[in-house]
């Protein structure tokens, strides 16, 4: 029978590891969130704590049928993770961040567009959730019940990665490694647009190269976890 806790063991070092990396990379800063599943009814995630302070002893298992394993106070927008694992099945790690680059993506009608191989995960331009569209005006921005959180999924549907109107974008992945590599390019693949834009108009990758692309690219993502991971021991 496998050492089922062994493996959670890993998953709360990932978590822990992933919370590290994404501040070095200036994907979250005393904000955004990560968090990983362990079953089909429940994740891991830290509680409300800015992520580069996050230690394995600070990760809380959230219950997707309600319930928290822990007296410390959680996240306030735990419901982007819980209403996403509810509505993705195959997501099993998500990060929710305030990055800067990606922001004004979700501010104009210039669509956020793959323009570089390592981010061909995108692929046709990225959704934007509004929350007037979903709850109305007047809100604090944030996804703070679980009606924000079923908009936020819905809008995200069967994507890798949703932009949300003044306030940042949530990425989810098949692994911690995975969803840490599509938040840290995401963040790249807006940079360059953000310096193609001035220059003229960007040539996206093609559906057809954004596929192949991310077929053969997702072999590589170990490759820059290790790098990543090493550099914050
Ligand atoms: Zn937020």
Do not use: C, K
């Not at 990932?14 to 994740?43: C, K, P, T």
């Not at 990606?102 to 929350?131: C, E, K, R, W």
């Not at 019940?145 to 949300?164: H, I, Y």
């Amino acid at each position: 029978m496998p050492d089922q806790s062994a493996d959670l063991s890993d998953l709360r070092d990932q978590l822990v590891a992933a919370n590290h990396i994404l501040v070095a990379h200036r994907v979250l800063d005393a904000f955004g969130h990560v968090s990983a599943r362990v079953d089909e009814d429940s994740f891991l995630i830290s509680r409300n704590l800015a992520p580069g302070s996050v230690t394995a002893d600070d990760l809380q298992l959230h219950h997707l049928a309600g319930g928290v394993d822990s007296a410390e106070r959680p996240y306030l927008e735990t419901h982007i993770h819980a209403e996403i694992y509810r509505a993705r099945p195959d997501v099993r790690a998500i990060v929710h961040s305030h990055s800067a680059s990606i922001l004004p993506f979700g501010l104009t009608d210039t669509a956020f567009v793959p323009v570089m191989h390592m981010a061909s995960f995108l692929g046709d331009a990225v959704p934007v959730y509004d929350q007037r569209d979903a709850v109305g005006d007047g809100t604090d921005l944030l996804v703070t019940d679980e009606a924000r959180g079923r908009a936020l999924a819905t809008t995200l549907g069967d994507r890798t990665l949703v932009l949300m109107r003044g306030h940042g974008s949530t990425a989810v992945g098949g692994s911690i490694p995975e969803v840490t590599f599509r938040a840290i390019y995401a963040e790249t693949n807006a940079s360059v647009l953000l310096a193609t834009l001035p220059l003229g108009s960007p040539v996206a990758l093609s559906p057809a190269e954004s596929s192949t692309a991310t077929a053969s690219i997702g072999g590589q993502i170990a490759r820059a976890w290790n790098v990543w991971r090493s550099a914050i021991d």
